[in-house]
């Protein structure tokens, strides 16, 4: 998130401390808040390191003969960012993933000029592929965040990208478009993000075969996510599970070690039924 963006975040928090609300004001949400600052101040500090693109390294076959490292099995795991953010928002996620024992992880960078879900879908979609001939993975999994979760869903849903995806997770992703942040309507990227947009529609459209399983985490203290059920995945022809985090912020959805346990959780896990609601409680 870039500075600018600071006081939209927190514009529900603040209406919620006006004088005749403090009375009836939530210690989570008070928690929640601080908790938001404290991780926009330092994603701040980490936002130079993740302005390049990540560095490509090749895959090395194994020697005949050799021990293979301990690792988990499974596709690569993609990583895709927000909006005006970079690759930096997901190291503590990709670090608990490195440590649970998954080595094939990658993040793509979109242009934060990027005006259009469409054309960041197809960088996507060449990504994917790019991902797949270098480890000789049929499949992948994604995470992504926010926008990047509604980029990843057009990808999969609109072109052909449910051949390649077999779970896709978002973090905070207003799948049915969200109201919040009004004064930022002028971004077409935004509009798109609406209610009711052509890109929503389309995503609401048939679907009807698509492979891919779809997790959403979402959070019930979520400033960006207006209504906040938006960020659940609702479709007939969808392979999905809505899982509900409660305590924390959009922000804090691909930092919290908590919320860590349960992407990793799904990811090695069977695909879940169609439509399971599930909760997390982090704080």
């Known amino acids: ?32 808040t601080a ?3 404290a991780i926009l101040a330092g994603h701040l500090l980490l936002y130079p390191t ?10 090395i076959p194994a020697q ?22 970079n690759r930096s928002v997901f190291v503590m996620l990709r670090r608990s993933l490195a440590r649970d024992g998954r080595q094939r992880i990658v993040s793509l960078n979109y242009s934060p000029l990027t005006c259009d879900i469409r054309t960041a879908a197809e960088l996507l ?32 849903q609109c072109l052909g990208g449910d051949l390649r995806v077999r779970t896709l997770v978002t973090l905070g992703t207003p799948h049915s478009g969200t109201k ?9 990227i935004v509009r798109q993000m609406r209610p009711g947009s052509e890109v929503i529609e389309e995503l609401a459209g048939p679907a009807p075969g698509c492979r891919t ?9 979520d400033s960006m996510m207006d209504p906040l059920e938006t960020a659940c995945v609702d479709h007939p022809d969808l392979e999905t599970r809505n899982v509900r985090v409660t305590g924390i912020g959009h ?4 930092v919290h070690p908590t919320v860590a346990a349960g992407i990793r959780e799904v990811l090695e896990s069977a695909p879940a039924e169609d439509r399971v609601e599930d909760g997390l409680t982090v704080a």
């Open 1 to 32: 998130m870039k500075v600018t963006g600071v006081l939209p975040l927190f514009l529900p928090f603040y209406r919620r401390l006006w004088p005749e609300r403090l009375a009836g004001l939530s210690i989570a949400l008070v928690k929640a």
């Open 35 to 37: 908790l938001e600052a």
């Open 50 to 59: 993740g302005l390049i693109q990540e560095r490509r390294a090749p895959v």
């Open 64 to 85: 005949e003969g050799a021990t293979p490292l301990p690792g988990r099995s499974g596709p690569p795991v993609v990583l895709l960012h927000g909006f005006i953010d």
């Open 125 to 156: 979609g060449r990504h994917v592929e790019e991902v797949c001939e270098r480890t000789g993975s049929g499949r992948v999994d994604i995470v992504g965040h926010s926008l990047g979760g509604l980029i990843a869903r057009y990808y999969v």
């Open 180 to 188: 919040a942040m009004p004064l930022a309507s002028a971004h077409p």
């Open 213 to 221: 399983r779809f997790v959403s985490f979402w959070s019930d203290l």
């Open 251 to 254: 922000l804090a959805l691909p």
